[in-house]
DNA sequence: GCCAACGTTGGC
DNA sequence: GCCAACGTTGGC
């Protein structure tokens, strides 16, 4: 299978690219997701060396400020059952998991963060899910093209 | 902090 | 299985 493309959001506040940077390994477990679609993507179509567009949202700039890298495919996200977690899903169940995650890797630092708004106004980024209105998947595919142009901006200035 | 977009829940 | 109510996301 073909190496694919991914985007993740995260709040800058809450873990941003350098707080992964700092991580043990610089890797982290993706948990939280609660959403029925980014899990699919994360169960189903993630895989080890895939190459993820780490995205900050609800900040001063959202956009890409680096890229992380996929070190272990999905799994079960024992926050889901840990009763204490604010992840916590009752309806979740160590015997039968509904949650899933997986493992990235602090991968390289943008020498910029490319923004939303200079996305939107890219020609070559025009159909790209993250620009599209509404679109609030914190787990989403990214076509090569698309993963291409915007490590190319991110990476010149 | 506002609010539009969207996903989920639950009554019927 | 419809759909209104509600909760969350995330740009602004």
Redesign the pocket.
């Known amino acids: 299978m073909a190496q694919k493309y991914w985007l993740m ?3 800058p506040d809450v873990f941003s690219l350098e707080d992964l940077k700092k991580e043990f390994d610089s890797t982290t477990h993706w948990d ?1 997701v ?4 980014a899990r699919n993507f994360m169960r189903d179509e993630m895989k080890i060396g895939d190459l993820v567009l780490y ?6 700039e ?2 890409v400020v680096g890229i992380a890298e996929v070190v272990r495919e999905g799994y079960p996200d024992h926050t889901a059952w840990e009763s204490g977690s604010k992840y916590f ?1 009752p ?1 979740s169940a160590p015997e039968n998991p509904r949650w899933i995650m997986v493992d990235i890797k602090w991968h390289k630092a943008f020498k910029r963060t490319v ?3 200079e996305m ?1 106004s890219t020609p070559e980024l025009s159909d790209m899910r ?1 620009v ?7 787990v989403q595919p990214v076509e090569k093209k698309h993963f291409d142009k915007v490590v190319e901006m991110g990476l010149n200035s």
């Open positions: 959001k995260s709040e939280g609660r959403n029925y679609q995205y900050h949202s609800n900040c001063d959202p956009g899903d309806k923004t939303l708004h939107k993250v599209q209105r509404g679109q609030r998947l914190s």
